[in-house]
Every structure is written in structure tokens, then in C-alpha cells.
């Protein structure tokens, strides 16, 4: 859970987006099997970019 943590903590910081939205984002990319912080950051990055 710590790589869920580390790529919540950076999209919020790197986007001031919605901390819950960027979470069920992330989550569900980590319960798909994307374990790596950078990985689930970028994507996470590239989700809330479009919104």
C-alpha cells in the first residue's frame, strides 16, 4: 500500500485535484496490479489531467 500512497501523495500535490478522485483512481489501478509509485503516478497524473 505504500506505492498507492506515495502516487496518491504526489498527483494531489502535483494537481490540487480532488484527493478522493485521485484515490479511487489509484486504487483501482493498484487492485489491477500496478505496483509501482512511478507508474501509478504518471498514470495517475495523465487521468487527472484530463478531467
Not at 498527483?11 to 500496478?34: K, Q
Not at 512511478?38 to 487527472?48: I, N, S, Y
Request: glycine share 6%.
Amino acid at each position: 500500500m505504500d506505492a498507492q500512497r506515495i502516487a496518491v501523495d504526489a498527483v494531489v500535490a502535483l494537481t490540487d485535484c480532488d484527493r478522493d478522485a485521485v484515490v479511487a483512481f489509484i486504487r483501482r489501478l493498484y487492485l489491477a496490479g500496478v505496483t509501482d509509485p512511478k507508474r501509478l503516478t504518471f498514470k495517475g497524473l495523465q487521468a487527472m489531467g484530463r478531467n
